[in-house]
């Protein structure tokens, strides 16, 4: 076995400590199932939160690269979370990437304090019912958002929740029940397989059940390149957004 320096990330520090490759077999199939997953997760995330989907795979690249490479557990978990959509959505929506891009160097300054002081174990005294609060307060709201594409209404929504579905329910009969079909179908299957199949990914079995659906029976129903164009191929435009002091406060107060 070799020495290896302490500061090593667990990625290169693993490959000392016996990686064989069975192991590499399996990491290999795990990796292709959750790219599979995450990828058009992270497509779907860019769009609730105002970006374009090629946003959500450039980032969902990026940062799993980097989650893996540096990470210091042997075990990686690391994806896409809906959590933020809510919040990056009205960041976007009001200072638009530049904000995002302010928040996010925010976030990390926070986080690299509260790992060096400490502060950052607090996080063990907030109430269960406050998590679980929150977090099923932002699945309501991300299931709101999601209403528009679910019934396939061209209609604009607005961003407020209540007069958000007032204003669904006053356009209900413009939806599209090809749509409604489809996705109705697409959710029993992953509640259904993850029940019943737990060792199949009920998400891929939707994502490509339902795409098959769509091309066999030639439903009318809108894709990601009729509603936002064709994905861009290659590696995208790097460009630095602008740095905003001015933005600081008044995101704080936010």
């Known amino acids: 076995m070799l020495r290896r320096p302490g500061w090593w990330p667990r990625s290169i520090a693993v490959l000392a400590d016996g990686y064989s490759s069975r192991l590499f077999a399996q990491d290999l199939v795990a990796g292709i199932t959750v790219g599979l997953v995450a990828l058009p997760l992270a497509m779907a995330f860019a769009i609730a939160s105002g970006l374009s989907p090629q946003a959500g795979i450039y980032c969902a690249i990026i940062t799993g690269f980097l989650i893996s490479a540096l990470g210091g557990?042997?075990?990686?978990?690391?994806?896409?979370t809906g959590a933020f959509v809510?919040?990056?959505?009205?960041?976007?929506?009001?200072?638009?990437?530049?904000?995002?891009?302010?928040?996010?160097?925010?976030?990390?300054?926070?986080?690299?304090?509260?790992?060096?002081?400490?502060?950052?174990?607090?996080?063990?005294?907030?109430?269960?019912?406050?998590?679980?609060?929150?977090?099923?307060?932002?699945?309501?709201?991300?299931?709101s958002t999601q209403l528009k594409d679910f019934l396939n209404?061209?209609?604009?929504?607005?961003?407020?929740?209540?007069?958000?579905?007032r204003v669904i329910g006053a356009n209900f009969d413009l939806v599209s029940w090809p749509s409604i079909g489809l996705g109705t179908a697409s959710l029993l299957t992953i509640v259904l397989v993850n029940r019943f199949l737990p060792r199949i990914p009920g998400y891929i079995v939707a994502l490509f059940g339902g795409t098959l659906a769509?091309?066999?029976f030639g439903l009318h129903v809108d894709t990601v390149g009729s509603r936002f164009g064709e994905i861009p191929a290659g590696l995208p435009h790097f460009a630095v957004p602008a740095f905003r002091p001015s933005l600081i406060l008044d995101l704080l107060r936010r």
């Open 214 to 216: 769509s091309v066999a």
């Open 153 to 165: 209404l061209t209609i604009d929504i607005p961003g407020e929740f209540l007069e958000r579905l």
């Open 86 to 143: 809510v919040v990056i959505a009205g960041i976007v929506s009001r200072y638009g990437v530049d904000g995002l891009f302010m928040c996010t160097l925010m976030a990390g300054v926070m986080l690299v304090v509260m790992g060096l002081t400490g502060t950052g174990s607090a996080v063990k005294y907030i109430p269960r019912p406050v998590i679980v609060g929150f977090t099923n307060g932002i699945a309501v709201v991300i299931a």
């Open 73 to 80: 557990s042997r075990f990686q978990i690391g994806g896409p």
